[in-house]
């Protein structure tokens, strides 16, 4: 789920020198067209991280007794409209 819109805006931050460096690598060897398209990533990246951690921890609530029970009724609810072979 990349965060794609056609809006920009512009921000300032600050980050630790050695992060930068790093970055700038990326830059350098094509990875990203710039500064800017490298930082838009990573945060997009550590967006979708952080959704699929909340839907991970949202399922760990499931109770897989009670899923279990709710797909074997809806299968046996279906294969009583199945054909016969």
Known sequence: MYYHTMS????????ESEVL?????????????????????AAAAELDRAHHTRLAKACLALDPAEERAMAEEGLSADAA???AY
């Open 8 to 15: 920009k805006a512009k921000i300032a931050i600050t980050v």
């Open 21 to 41: 460096k790093g970055l700038d690598a990326l830059v350098r060897a094509g990875r990203y067209a710039n500064r800017s398209r490298a930082f838009e990533a």
């Open 81 to 83: 409209s199945w054909p």
